[in-house]
């Protein structure tokens, strides 16, 4: 029987290189959650296709409860189980501190970490019921370290570190793995806003010398899935920029 995994946030950066490499296993059946970026789910769905793997897409704002059941929900119709699921939807800020509105602060909250609770309560029913299960989050290094500038985001991503070590200790008696990952700076679109003197000079403050890439995470989880002993970890990786 396949292993049914779903990925929030899946049709760009990390999540897309997730999705794309997870599916590629046979023994996998990948559903990748989109919200705004349809044409990059689509693009996903049918390069995949053409080279014979079958994806699942699904839209849905994860931030919003009723979605984000429904999403699980239609999973659930389909599939009849969720082996894993992988809380990667994020959206970041640079801002000011005093400058953040309440409108923005709650759009990083709800975007990054209250839709890893509700998506989570939603699918971990199943998971307690079949006594095995695998959650991973994708937190940063900010969210380990705090980052100026990124008070919203960093909150958000620390906040997801908690979920997953408090998690892990009530959901190991049901043989359900939780675990975080924490990427330093990588090779995504967020990275967009930095000029090319300002990416030099975050690398010249990792000890690596080199900003990561998405395939550097997805390693990661692929290593997740197929262990079965490790819980409430959060992994950085992230070059040693934060030794």
């Known amino acids: 029987m396949k292993k049914i995994i779903l990925i929030t946030g899946a049709s760009r950066g990390i999540g897309r290189d997730i999705a794309k490499t997870l599916s590629k296993d046979s023994n996998n059946m990948v559903i990748a959650n989109y919200n705004k970026s349809e044409k990059e789910a689509i693009e996903l769905k049918e390069n995949l296709k053409n080279e014979g793997i079958d994806i699942d897409i699904i839209k849905a704002d994860v931030s919003k409860r009723n979605e984000a059941k429904e999403m699980v929900q239609e999973v659930l119709n389909k599939y009849g189980k969720i082996d894993v699921l992988i809380n990667n939807a994020g959206i970041s800020q640079y ?5 953040i509105t309440d409108e923005e602060w709650d759009n990083i909250i709800n975007t990054n970490l209250k839709s890893a609770f509700m998506v989570t309560q939603e699918a971990v029913r199943n998971m307690i019921n079949n ?7 994708i937190s940063s290094i900010w969210g380990v370290a705090g980052a100026s500038m990124e008070v919203a985001y960093s909150t ?3 906040g997801l570190i908690g979920l997953t070590k408090s998690l892990a200790k009530e959901l190991g008696p049901s043989n359900i793995r939780v675990n975080a990952i924490a990427p330093g700076i990588i090779n995504t679109g967020m990275n967009n806003r930095f000029s090319e003197d300002e990416l030099q000079s975050i690398k010249d403050e990792i000890p ?6 998405t395939a550097d995470i997805t390693k990661c989880v692929k290593w997740l899935i197929e262990d079965s002993y ?3 970890q959060v992994i950085s990786i992230n070059g040693g920029w934060d030794i």
């Open 95 to 99: 801002k000011l501190f005093n400058d």
């Open 131 to 137: 006594k095995e299960g695998c959650i991973i989050n």
């Open 156 to 158: 958000s991503k620390a």
């Open 208 to 213: 690596l010398e080199k900003i990561g890439n």
């Open 230 to 232: 490790t819980t409430g």
